[in-house]
């Protein structure tokens, strides 16, 4: 089962694609022979440890991690990975003076930040990197109260002026600057980004444990109906050190609970990303006598989109709370749910015309092509893979009365009675897709719509 998912894998991924894959160490030294196999073992990555910070009795010892091996599929079309999670370096701004470092004087505006409430500071502070204060330092409310001017041995003093003069503000190493700003002990400090990181093979703590993961299905669903499932972080953590925010596809062969199209929606959240998951899960049946079917849940499937739009519907709420904090127009929330199913038409059996009766016989059956109890839905999907179209193009359904219809992957989820249009609607018309780039039409035809399909200049 999982060969030809991985050689499936690697057809898809673009030259600088990555593909993660969750093993045990029972069969890590098989996938590694496997992966090599496929992907060449020029395109290994690296081989990650996750620790699950409580483990199982396996043998003389407690098994208490697993592993995350990484492969691409070309190297040399590989970026470098960045570890996103350091946030922020702070350190303070003097040095002790000297013939190499004088002192010098720079005067500070009202409104510099004070890691504290109110204070004054008077005459010298500090111990041999000291500030000598020509002017009080007076703070009200976190905030200098007034401008005041500061004589010392100034570590960056030519990045203080440029943080103050308002312009963006590199240091020595090519960090950003963040801000200036005065300790609870008066002193000025700085706090500045830090600089690329290349993430480590042991996974930091930061990524959690199937513990998490489970916390956060209760979170979800208020109780425990799927075990040890993956913390949003691990993916979260694995998507941001290889993939930046703009139309990357991440692609889950084994969704599971979700996990990966949560930590998807999140990340675009926080960013204002547009990358987009696709989740492929097996019709697995959920055990009659658990949680998930107490709950109404048939297939572990049937988690995957309720989490999925429980998710979506929290991102919507603390948008319309606070939005401020997002983007306009900017964050993608739909999705769609496609099933493996029979064709919707009927299939020509030549293997079975062994006579003039039973060519007849098939002839008639193709009279109307159509299996009995199709939906025009998936007749269209269908006709649309057929026809080369993805399934997120934007769909409309065009009534010969000149109405509109949208039904564009942009606000269509399988939660939504607008999905009830893409069965079509009342009346007769066509489905444009892609604004004419194909039309299909799927009721009765008559003169009125046939002339509206020509007029509309399908490509």
């Not at 990555?45 to 996750?50: F, G, S």
């Not at 500070?108 to 204060?133: C, H, T, V, W, Y």
């Not at 007849?360 to 059956?365: I, K, P, R």
Request: proline share 3%.
């Amino acid at each position: 089962m999982m060969y030809p998912r991985l050689f499936l894998a690697k057809n898809l991924l673009r030259d600088d694609g990555v593909i993660f894959v969750h093993i045990d160490d029972n069969e890590v030294h098989n996938l590694r022979l496997v992966m090599n196999e496929i992907f060449g073992e020029e395109n290994f990555v690296a081989q990650l440890i996750w620790n699950l910070r409580s483990g199982t009795q396996a043998g003389h010892f407690t098994r208490s991690h697993e592993y995350i091996v990484v492969y691409t599929k070309n190297k040399d079309s590989l970026k470098y990975f960045e570890d996103l999670s350091g946030g922020s370096i702070t350190h303070g701004a003097l040095k002790i003076i000297s013939k190499a470092n004088p002192a010098s004087e720079i005067t500070f505006p009202a409104g510099m930040e004070f890691e504290g409430k109110d204070a004054i500071f008077s005459g010298e502070i500090g111990g041999n990197e000291r500030q000598i204060l020509i002017d009080d330092l007076i703070f009200k409310d976190g905030k200098l109260s007034k401008p005041a001017r500061i004589t010392a041995g100034w570590a960056m003093k030519n990045q203080v002026l440029s943080w103050l003069a308002g312009k963006e503000t590199i240091d020595s190493k090519g960090q950003k600057v963040k801000r200036f700003y005065f300790n609870s002990s008066g002193i000025l400090w700085y706090e500045k980004e830090r600089g690329t990181i290349h993430p480590k093979t042991v996974l930091p703590d930061a990524v959690g444990n199937t513990k998490k993961g489970s916390d956060e299905i209760i979170e979800i669903f208020g109780n425990k109906i799927f075990d040890f499932p993956k913390p949003s972080s691990l993916p979260k953590f694995l998507i941001e050190t290889c993939s930046n925010k703009s139309d990357d596809i991440i692609l889950d062969f084994f969704g599971g609970s979700g996990t990966t199209a949560h930590a998807v929606l999140e990340l675009n959240k926080e960013d204002d990303g547009n990358r987009k998951f696709i989740l492929v899960q097996m019709s697995e049946q959920c055990d009659q006598n658990s949680e998930a079917f107490k709950a109404g849940y048939k297939t572990i499937a049937d988690i995957a989109k309720e989490r999925i739009r429980r998710v979506i519907q929290r991102i919507e709420k603390e948008k319309a709370e606070k939005p401020d904090l997002f983007e306009v127009g900017k964050l993608d929330l739909g999705f769609k749910v496609f099933k493996l199913s029979p064709s919707s038409f009927k299939i020509w059996r030549s293997s079975e015309i062994d006579s003039a009766e039973k060519l007849v016989e098939q002839l008639d059956a193709f009279t109307d092509p159509i299996r009995p109890g199709a939906e025009k839905q998936n007749m269209l999907y269908e006709l649309m893979l057929k026809a080369g179209r993805e399934l997120t193009s934007p769909i409309q359904y065009v009534m010969v009365r000149q109405a509109h219809h949208d039904i564009s992957a942009d606000n269509v989820t399988l939660s939504s009675s607008k999905g009830d249009i893409a069965k079509g609607a009342t009346g007769v018309g066509y489905y444009s897709i892609n604004n004419n780039e194909l039309i299909i039409a799927l009721d009765a035809m008559n003169e009125k719509l046939i002339d509206q399909i020509i007029a509309a200049k399908p490509q």
